[in-house]
């Protein structure tokens, strides 16, 4: 095993939790690029790991910081790229439309019309007549229902499109999404292993994924559990069910539930742990796994500047874990005195009927 300078193996972390051989391999490319060794387009990423005596992950994970940082520009199916400054902003070609709706991350437009100023909000996409994409380079869909038909016409006039949190339906777009899947199952398994056994799934389209994951997950760690789905506006209700812990398909969602049980007098944690997965900066209502909207709009730029032509290409972006007190062990949610005997189903997904659809 190899040993760092600090006595200790090379995948050390200190207190941020970031690895030291991480933090000297982002320093050494940054003086490569000071220095002239590293300019214009970088050679392919084995090469570098190759040159800088590292693994490929450590090397992608260094060069998206730098990206993010300024100090690189990565683009997909062209490489990564030095920019002739670090403060260097991103130049875009035309104006981008913004499909927009009340349930659209306002964090994210704002950060994507901080990268394209040239940029307009369209709240309605029936209102867009044809002739008027023709004054746009791009469209983003950040809505959650946008017709099938109007994909369908950006795809007749070869407008770019990247859709956001949503995977392609019909027809084969750009897409950035966030691995909901895998936050749902670390949090389930967090949960789980905790002594929770009745999960409710709040989602807000029609469709059972998080309760899928929560599902599928609880089933390789225990046989007594139950899954129940609902929407947010009927957590208060769900409640009366029993469940113990409560995982959302967005910080939107979170926020609502919370307001809920507050309104309905159920306490967080101490009746009802609640987790959600979504995007989210700096500011995050609950625990839970999430990603930040900054790094979705540098995907998204990535993609409209470098994806012209071609298959389109789906991004997964990995979150992270945090915790905001908002999710506790069941020896906090049920007395030790009190015993309760509840019969569940693991072949099951319950849709609670609440909802008058």
Known sequence: MKIDNAGQSGGRRNASGMSYKFQRLRERIRQAVAE?????K???ERELARRFQVNAKTLSKALTDLAAEGLLQRSIGRGTFVRSSIGEKFEPHGAWLLLVDRDSDEELVNQLLAINPLSELCPDVSSVRPSVLNQFCAVVDLATSTPETFFRDLLVRGVPMVTVAQEPRTYSVNSVLLDSMLGASQLT????LGGHRHFLAVEQRARITIADTIRQTAARYCDDFCVDACADADVAQAAEYGPTACICDSVKSATRVLETLARAGISV????????VGWRGDEYPCSGYFADPRQQALAISEILTSAKGGHPVALWLAGILVDRQTTAPMRSVVPPQTEITVELHSSQVRTLPLIDR
């Open 36 to 40: 002239g060794e590293l300019a214009g």
């Open 42 to 44: 970088l050679p392919g």
């Open 189 to 192: 398994r967090q949960l789980i």
């Open 269 to 276: 944690p101490e009746k009802m742990s609640v987790a959600a």
